[in-house]
């Protein structure tokens, strides 16, 4: 039987939780044998005292052991990579980075999330694709994995169910933001669906979970040493979220950004942003490449149109219909008009996340629906000269009202200036 | 509606929250609006951010709005004083206090509480006494302070109901030891029971829940402070609880000790506390006298019986039998013998609270049923000098098997030196 009263004391008096002690407890919680009031008192506690790397991996393996686990290496008799996002505004990274990486022939079979609050998710992008299914048996996902290469689908509800739980109760409880609980949620997952390397890209700013630099690098640093701790390689790439990334906020809008980076089309900092994450998977993956070697690879794949060809394969695979002009499209679209001269010195990231939020993008609880068609587009960035009468951005809305509202909120996320902002690369950081 | 989470949050963060943010939170709680787990997390919080004065009272001021008040001083036409004493090893105080400040024509009406663990409760004393009924209604309750001028009962449901779900809560997710919640629990409760002014007996040491004067003299100016808050008088003593209080510890051996001490012939320790508590009660009584007259006034009701008759009729009127020799006593007594020669230098007393724990006179478990005959006499105490072959103590016990280990525990808690201990006073500190 585990006493959770008392390990709930030890952790508030600083106390160190052995794995089995730490293991017990969540598997108990999982099991409904602790109830919500002692784990969010234990959480708590955590936030203020902190969990060490070996308590934080005790934790997490616990996570990955309450549930299912998907062995897709040993199907595949591949070495599998896979990618994860803290999340950011205009996020779709995994979209382009999937089809690329799966067009250099290592397999990328992924679960995602959906949004919540001014940042988007991965599912609800993939559903502006009209007949695209997110959810698979295993099966199917494995079979699609073997077979294009390449499927993206919605966690099963099977695989680390106590992750789901806890993060439930932190959500509500102020308990969200403590790097062990932040850390062990994203490696459990990844683990449990079977990755044996791990791109993480840590997003950092304004838009982002992490609003430092040195935020961002102690969760790094803890997601590496939980990797390590589970014999799992990890690459951190930590970027930058100040402003949006790449110009398309918002599901469609987004997807077709997505097509158009693999058709060599796509916003500066977004490309690099894919090109390097898809060139530490491949030096990642069983390829035996380096980093060098793999940025080539993935830049040939898009030059030769391969990717932007397994991106349909796999859209179709799904039930997807690949064609762009089949994505939905707002009624409304409106320019947002600079006023004056200057640069661009910042785009507020929760700013436009929010205002897409209202377009209807998003969601701000968990059962509200989606409008898949709305959203913005921030045709200048973070360095751009502009005179007044330039066009900033665009705003796709459902109502002529929207869009006016939208476009007020856009223009006051960009602020202009008389000097040119110091540049800042979109990775700011590689912790390997 | 309140926003429970970011109430939270807020705490956590160290901020300060205002008296209607905090009564909202607590009432909903009570009302069930807001589910264990937050207020788990919020306990957790407030133990590492702490409340201040302001914060406590708006706590304890919902706390008391959260049930029924009795108007106890208004149904009197008199003015009400009230004790508390936060807990310990033999502890009987209130039980000879009652009688000598009724007999000194103060009326006391006072709500009790059971023991848990190695410290006893008045209520579970007073149950020793054959026929006596510690549950009336509030008119029986009412009706005999006002002919009796004397009654001692549990505490009603309908009183504090918030008070009792935040204890139960509390003492599952290790949010006890916190001075604001302790504090709150503590006055919130002799306030809504109608005290108009307060005698705190503050425990200091190893038998006592509060280990240090310090610790102890944070707790009595927050208790203070809430009173001042709330117009209410109060006075802390901080009293020794490094060893049991008298001689006896268990429930029918204390109420046979309280009849001692009414005649006059108690252990020199617990009279004098006995007698320091009646003086400062009966110096906030409405009879308009000091503190010295008031312990005159209280040494005379022992003096010339009428202490001693009043308790009798009190324990009639609750349908209890008065007469000492019926109360029960344990089959067998065993004498604990000193092997050698020295100053008794300390008692543990959580060691001999456990030990009467053990033989039967407390519960680990709320459920638990007492053996109300069982127990310890301490009758040699600190300072106190002995011979090879004197008698420390006398274990009472159900079976000899019992007896035996409760003998070699209690020798084990006695430490015996070849140097007198410093002296330490039963009352080490008043704050008024």
Redesign the interface.
């Known amino acids: 039987m585990v006493h ?3 390990l ?2 030890r952790k ?1 008096d600083g106390e160190r939780l052995t794995r089995d002690e730490l293991g017990e407890l969540l598997l108990a919680y999982a099991r409904g044998d602790v ?7 234990f ?3 955590v ?2 005292r902190g969990l060490n790397g070996a308590e934080t991996f005790a934790l997490m393996d616990a996570m990955i052991r309450s549930g299912e686990t998907i062995e897709l290496g040993r199907a595949l008799g591949r070495k599998v990579v896979d990618k994860h996002s803290t999340g950011g505004v205009g996020d779709k990274t995994s979209l382009a980075v999937g089809p690329i990486v799966a067009a250099c022939g290592v397999p990328f079979g992924k679960m995602s999330g959906r949004g919540l609050g001014h940042t988007g998710g991965t599912l609800d992008k993939l559903e502006s694709i009209p007949g695209f299914r997110v959810e698979l048996t295993n099966a199917e996902f494995l079979g699609q994995v073997r077979e294009v290469g390449l499927a993206i689908i919605g966690q099963t509800a099977d695989l680390v169910p106590a992750d789901k739980l806890l993060y439930g ?1 932190r ?5 969200v933001d403590n790097v062990s609980l932040i850390a062990a949620s994203i490696m459990s997952k990844k683990i449990a669906a079977g990755a044996d390397a791990i791109v993480l890209d840590v997003k950092v700013g304004d838009g982002a979970f992490m609003k430092t630099i040195e935020a961002a690098r102690e969760l790094a640093q803890m997601m590496r040493e939980l990797g390590r701790h589970a014999d799992r390689e990890v690459v951190c790439v930590l970027t930058d979220m100040d402003q949006p990334l790449g110009q398309a906020v918002g599901n469609a809008l987004e997807i077709r950004e997505t097509i158009a980076t693999l058709r060599g089309e796509g916003p500066a900092d977004f490309t690099e942003l894919v090109l390097a994450a898809c060139a530490h998977l491949l030096a990642l993956s069983d390829l035996g490449i380096d980093e060098p070697s793999g940025r080539e690879r993935a830049a040939a794949a898009i030059e030769d149109g391969s990717a932007l060809d397994k991106y349909e394969q796999w859209i179709t695979a799904q039930g997807g219909d690949a064609a762009e002009q089949s994505l939905p499209v707002a009624p409304v679209v409106r320019q947002v008009v600079a006023e004056g001269a200057g640069f661009v010195r910042a785009i507020g990231a929760v700013d436009v996340g929010m205002t897409a939020l209202r377009l209807g993008a998003g969601r701000q609880t968990k059962d509200q629906s989606i409008d898949h068609a709305v959203g913005v587009r921030c045709l200048r960035k973070r360095g751009d000269s502009v005179v007044a009468g330039d066009v900033l951005a665009e705003v796709h809305a459902r109502t002529g009202e929207s869009a006016d509202q939208a476009c007020a909120e856009v223009l006051g996320a960009y602020e202009l200036g008389a000097d040119a902002p110091s540049s800042r690369p979109i990775v700011l950081e590689t912790i390997a």
């Open positions: 959770a009263a008392e709930i004391r508030r109830p919500d009031y002692q784990m969010a008192a959480c708590m506690a936030y203020f109760l959500d509500v409880t102020a308990t």
